[in-house]
């Protein structure tokens, strides 16, 4: 995939029309989303992604989109069968982290294949499936302002199956979306993620 770097607002639209462009067996299942990049518009607000905000929006968004095809109800593919979607899930999150990697944005490369495996982890056999929501706006702050060391711990918690991971992501993203003024951007990307309150979990 050719590099282009779209306003973060934009990312999901880029994202299908380089998808649609190429000469590939899901390239005839982009659909024009009507989602907006939430996720990309949280990341890309931060102070550590302020150099390229468009790219790193584009790539939390190809990411989570690789999450959907496993996982859920994608933005950008339709009427594809289970193979083929798992395959193009693959496919969307080696576009994020090939991209972050051309940025030599290691540490981000790093945390995002934290995001990818700990997903997986979460949706398997006795796993928590609502931790994910949780993981996703963790990471994405942690994205647009750096890896906390409360962050690195609450990932490690959950790594293990402590029962208070998911509380402790959910901490440490609020403080660190407070400390960088992204409270707001974090609760408009948490009603896309499915992020539910602890009140009602």
Request: net charge negative; charged share 25%; glycine share 8%.
């Amino acid at each position: 995939m050719g590099r282009f770097t779209p306003e973060p607002a934009h990312a999901l639209r880029a994202l299908a029309e380089e998808l649609r462009k190429q000469d590939s067996v899901i390239s005839p299942h982009v659909v024009q989303p009507d989602a907006i990049p939430a996720l990309g518009l949280l990341v890309a607000a931060g102070p550590r992604t302020a150099e390229d905000p468009g790219e790193y929006a584009l790539v939390i968004e190809a990411v989570r989109e690789g999450y959907l095809l496993h996982y859920g109800e994608p933005r950008l593919l339709a009427e594809m069968d289970g193979d083929l979607a798992l395959l193009a899930g693959d496919y969307l999150y080696a576009i994020g982290l090939n991209r972050l990697a051309c940025l030599g944005d290691l540490e981000a490369v790093r945390e995002l294949s934290d995001l990818i495996s700990l997903s997986a982890q979460a949706h398997a056999g006795g796993g928590r499936p609502d931790d994910a929501a949780d993981l996703w706006l963790a990471s994405a702050v942690a994205l647009a302002t750096r890896p906390s060391p409360a962050h690195e711990a609450a990932k490690r918690a959950l790594r293990t199956g402590l029962p208070d991971a998911a509380e402790d992501l959910r901490r440490a993203a609020a403080a660190g979306a407070a400390e960088a003024g992204l409270a707001e951007p974090l609760r408009r990307a948490g009603e896309t993620v499915g992020f539910r309150p602890s009140d009602s979990r």
